[in-house]
């Protein structure tokens, strides 16, 4: 067994970049195979939701498929300079997703971590009604050290008004630690 | 009232370096008036663990004495090169605290929330049966930029032997996301 040390000591392997939101939303960079145990016996997944554009791969999709997690795609690309700004809406969809208890326990990730999964937990404190400044004291220790000021004023600017609306009317907020 | 636009808006200031870490257990660094709400209202503390050997700020007793939050404090100083090491012993004692649910929800705080804190939180990562490099790889993200390699060798060398007989006797392990 080519795993013995490992099974015989029990250790779990979480995501690089891997923390806990609040309640049953998790973050981490993207999952590979050493992580698939973690997320399954650990965190009970139900649910992850995965905000890059591209096809997700296939031993993946197996591990999805065999532990019955549900995979939702939200594709976006990153905020980057000059022109590229990621469409409010399809953060509102992304958000949808995430606060709906029926989806969690769910893990939102990208490819690092940092970036798109940034932003979206960002727009979650705004919900929380967190002070901007400790959202981004929080997206900049997971960013670092690619803090891009162009996420941050994307945060401070998204328009959380109709996702307010949307999660009232289901009670979904406030979200519970 | 000086508070207007800050109550209109009913934002809530976490402390810096804040994070959820497992369950009902929170960090941060030193928490101020502006957070105290933050810490009633929205964790509902039950109590706080403080690693400083200094005495508690005024003001901050009488927050814990209105909110009914009881204070532990297991005082030490910082592992610093050459010869000051944290005693393993007051480790044990502040995990015996942590971990027991009697105590939570509780916050743990330092200075800074960065090298006893992140010490602790390494500690309670052992007891999650986490890989080291994940371990190091959340000590790093709080401790920025002042990470200590001798923080991160004593959660490595950190005998958790006798605080899992004391959890697994109460039934306090496995701990609960």
């Given at each position: 067994?080519?795993?013995?040390m490992?099974?015989?000591?029990?250790?779990?392997?979480?995501?690089?970049?891997?923390?806990?939101?609040?309640?049953?939303?998790?973050?981490?960079?993207?999952?590979?195979?050493?992580?698939?145990?973690?997320?399954?016996?650990?965190?009970?997944?139900?649910?992850?939701?995965?905000?890059?554009?591209?096809?997700?791969?296939?031993?993946?999709?197996?591990?999805?498929?065999?532990?019955?997690?549900?995979?939702?795609?939200?594709?976006?690309?990153?905020?980057?300079?000059?022109?590229?700004?990621?469409?409010?809406?399809?953060?509102?969809?992304?958000?949808?997703?995430?606060?709906?208890?029926?989806?969690?326990?769910?893990?939102i990730?990208?490819?690092?971590?940092?970036?798109?999964?940034?932003?979206?937990?960002?727009?979650?404190?705004?919900?929380?009604?967190?002070?901007?400044t400790?959202?981004?004291?929080?997206?900049?220790?997971?960013?670092?050290?690619?803090a891009?000021?162009?996420?941050?004023?994307?945060?401070e600017?998204?328009?959380?008004?109709?996702?307010?609306?949307?999660?009232?009317?289901?009670?979904?907020?406030?979200?519970?630690?």
């Amino acid at each position: 067994d080519h795993n013995g040390m490992l099974t015989d000591r029990n250790e779990v392997i979480p995501p690089e970049n891997f923390s806990h939101v609040i309640g049953e939303i998790y973050r981490s960079s993207f999952p590979r195979i050493e992580n698939f145990s973690f997320l399954q016996k650990r965190l009970k997944l139900k649910s992850i939701l995965v905000l890059i554009p591209e096809e997700y791969p296939q031993e993946n999709l197996e591990f999805l498929n065999k532990a019955n997690i549900k995979l939702f795609q939200v594709g976006m690309s990153g905020n980057k300079e000059p022109f590229v700004n990621i469409p409010s809406d399809l953060f509102t969809k992304a958000l949808e997703i995430v606060i709906n208890p029926e989806n969690q326990p769910i893990l939102i990730h990208c490819n690092r971590g940092k970036h798109r999964t940034g932003c979206l937990i960002g727009c979650i404190r705004k919900l929380q009604n967190w002070s901007l400044t400790m959202i981004f004291d929080e997206y900049r220790r997971f960013s670092f050290p690619k803090a891009r000021a162009l996420d941050q004023q994307f945060i401070e600017l998204y328009d959380d008004k109709y996702i307010k609306e949307v999660a009232t009317k289901n009670s979904w907020l406030p979200l519970k630690w």
